[in-house]
Nanobody, 123 residues
């Protein structure tokens, strides 16, 4: 049974950093593109980053370019999102999801989702 579990969220001050993890089980992670998404209260879920199957390709939302870095370790079936210089606008529930498609940000290309982890950026 395919399962994704996010962790690493929390409360951080503006300018701070967090590293999110997405642990996969029940399937071969290396066969899938992995996306990171977030959803703020009252807003639609939006794509933040995606990491291709080998980790060699990635795409980022303009608002996070230069601040967020996605990586993956297929050997341990975990994907990471390193977030730096966090801003209050980064607040939301962060989700990971997998897709058979190439690296892309729109949510409709993703089939399976984790339960999310809350990130709050506030002073």
């Amino acid at each position: 049974q395919l399962q994704l579990v996010e962790s690493g969220g929390g409360l951080v001050q503006p300018g701070g950093s967090l590293r999110l993890s997405c642990a996969a089980s029940g399937f071969t992670l290396a066969d899938y593109t992995v996306g990171w998404f977030r959803q703020a209260p009252g807003k639609d879920r939006e794509g933040v980053a995606c990491i291709g199957t080998s980790g060699g390709s990635s795409t980022y939302r303009d608002a996070v370019k230069g601040r967020f870095t996605g990586s993956r370790d297929n050997a341990v079936t975990t994907v990471y999102l390193q977030m730096a210089s966090l801003e209050p606008e980064d607040t939301g529930v962060y989700y990971c999801a997998v897709s058979r498609a190439r690296c892309t940000l729109p949510t409709q290309f993703y089939d399976s989702w984790g339960q999310g982890t809350q990130v709050t950026v506030s002073s």
